[in-house]
């Protein structure tokens, strides 16, 4: 409820721009105020892109672990959020924002099997707790998927705030740590 009110307060805003600037041309072309009117409602598409993308996630080469599959995965993760984000922002309706959601938790385990198999395979020492970690995420995820369905627009809020903290957090934490382990190893 809260996105179609925020949707709508744009709309309303953007009609009395038009209307104002319209009247204000009506009576007479040469108002400063018109023209900043009209600025303004030329601007309102760029600021509303700048304030939307402050939600979005951008992959930063300082994430890299150096191993390339798995920084590509990282990548598509990134991407999958920033899908839920796009379902969440423009209102694409609880199908879509389902799917995203249930596409996001899909792909995040497939990355941990790929992740803990290379760690498993090199005999990573923090092996367990990692794969720990990995599991501790998933039920916090599936939990979201459960308050989900009770109130759809808090919980997906709360879940996308918690997974771009969580998976910054992790690569640079966690990840950056077998990140030197993999590479000596030789892992791609």
Do not use: C
Not at 38 to 50: E, N, Q, T, W, Y
Not at 80 to 90: C, F, S
Request: hydrophobic share 40%; glycine share 4%; net charge negative.
């Amino acid at each position: 409820m809260n996105k179609q009110l925020s949707m709508f307060g744009v709309a309303l805003l953007i009609l009395i721009v038009i209307t104002s600037a319209i009247l204000g041309l009506a009576a007479g072309p040469t108002s400063p105020l018109t023209w900043l009117l009209i600025a303004f409602l030329i601007a309102i598409p760029f600021l509303h892109k700048k304030m939307v993308t402050r939600h979005y996630l951008e992959w930063q080469d300082s994430y890299s672990v150096g191993i390339s599959s798995i920084d590509q995965q990282h990548k598509k993760l990134v991407n999958l959020i920033n899908q839920l984000q796009t379902a969440v922002d423009y209102s694409t309706g609880e199908e879509f924002e389902r799917e995203a959601l249930n596409e996001l938790v899909a792909y995040t385990k497939t990355h941990f099997a790929h992740e803990e198999g290379l760690l498993e395979q090199n005999s990573y020492p923090e092996f367990e707790a990692h794969k720990a970690e990995h599991k501790k995420m998933i039920q916090k995820v599936e939990s979201v998927i459960t308050e989900y369905k009770q109130d759809p627009d808090r919980s997906m809020t709360n879940a996308l705030d918690f997974l771009k903290d969580w998976l910054i957090n992790h690569i640079n934490g966690t990840d950056k740590k077998y990140s030197d382990f993999l590479q000596d190893k030789g892992a791609q």
